[in-house]
């Protein structure tokens, strides 16, 4: 049975609905940086998404091909991740998405090396004709963090965020925005698929001790 990484790591891909403090290790990815309206049709994020998915299925599907990888396990390939920012905002702000900068991921299996990756950036270009030397391999050490599942459309997250902030607060954290460490999404659902009452994304702050 393939391995996924949302059952075998509960505490990370399903939160409960209500905040909780996590401590989150290192982790690698495969990414796409960009900027602006994630909503925009053929514009960078669709884009992004188009390379991430490309390159993760390129190695999930690499035991079929000549490539033998060391170590390889079958296995689901992880849900969407981001990480969101505006310039000169602690955290995000729904009514600007044209402001937006983000690095959108999709979590990398262990066996998955650099080597590996850049094999599968050089492959996935090859097949599809097309460009995928956009993505880069992400090592991520996110550390202390306060998450919540979020039921419903992405533009009700500020009332989970509300709520995550002042859980952060009562357990004597403070936030912990800087240029490594940002408000997180990790996508569950299709939302071309799920109505956005169904949505389940899980959020992420970074906190610190006082």
């Given at each position: 049975?393939?391995?996924?990484?949302?059952?075998?790591?509960?505490?990370?891909?399903?939160?409960p609905k209500k905040p909780e403090i996590i401590d989150v290790p290192a982790m690698n990815f495969v990414a796409v940086r960009g900027q602006g309206n994630p909503n925009v049709e053929d514009g960078?994020?669709?884009?992004?998404?188009?390379?991430?998915?490309?390159?993760?299925?390129?190695?999930?599907?690499?035991?079929?091909?000549?490539?033998?990888?060391?170590?390889?396990?079958?296995?689901?390939?992880?849900?969407?991740?981001?990480?969101?920012?505006?310039?000169?905002?602690?955290?995000?702000?729904?009514?600007?998405?044209?402001?937006?900068?983000?690095?959108?991921?999709?979590?990398?299996?262990?066996?998955?090396?650099?080597?590996?990756?850049?094999?599968?950036?050089?492959?996935?270009?090859?097949?599809?004709?097309?460009?995928?030397?956009?993505?880069?391999?992400?090592?991520?050490?996110?550390?202390?963090?306060?998450?919540?599942?979020?039921?419903?459309?992405?533009?009700?997250?500020?009332?989970?965020?509300?709520?995550?902030?002042?859980?952060?607060?009562?357990?004597?954290?403070?936030?912990?925005?800087?240029?490594?460490?940002?408000?997180?999404?990790?996508?569950?659902?299709?939302?071309?698929?799920a109505k956005p009452e169904r949505l389940r994304t899980v959020i992420r702050h970074p906190v610190k001790e006082v």
């Amino acid at each position: 049975m393939a391995f996924d990484y949302k059952k075998e790591y509960k505490e990370f891909y399903l939160p409960p609905k209500k905040p909780e403090i996590i401590d989150v290790p290192a982790m690698n990815f495969v990414a796409v940086r960009g900027q602006g309206n994630p909503n925009v049709e053929d514009g960078q994020y669709q884009r992004a998404l188009n390379i991430l998915y490309g390159v993760s299925f390129t190695i999930k599907m690499s035991y079929k091909g000549s490539r033998e990888i060391e170590g390889y396990f079958p296995y689901v390939v992880p849900p969407l991740e981001g990480l969101w920012w505006q310039e000169g905002i602690c955290g995000v702000d729904y009514g600007r998405k044209n402001d937006f900068q983000w690095i959108s991921m999709i979590r990398l299996p262990e066996f998955a090396t650099e080597e590996v990756f850049q094999w599968a950036v050089e492959e996935a270009s090859a097949k599809k004709k097309t460009d995928f030397s956009k993505a880069e391999f992400l090592s991520f050490a996110e550390g202390l963090c306060v998450q919540c599942m979020h039921i419903g459309p992405y533009d009700d997250e500020p009332v989970t965020i509300e709520s995550m902030d002042q859980f952060a607060l009562e357990k004597g954290l403070l936030l912990d925005f800087s240029d490594q460490r940002r408000h997180h999404e990790i996508y569950l659902s299709d939302p071309r698929r799920a109505k956005p009452e169904r949505l389940r994304t899980v959020i992420r702050h970074p906190v610190k001790e006082v």
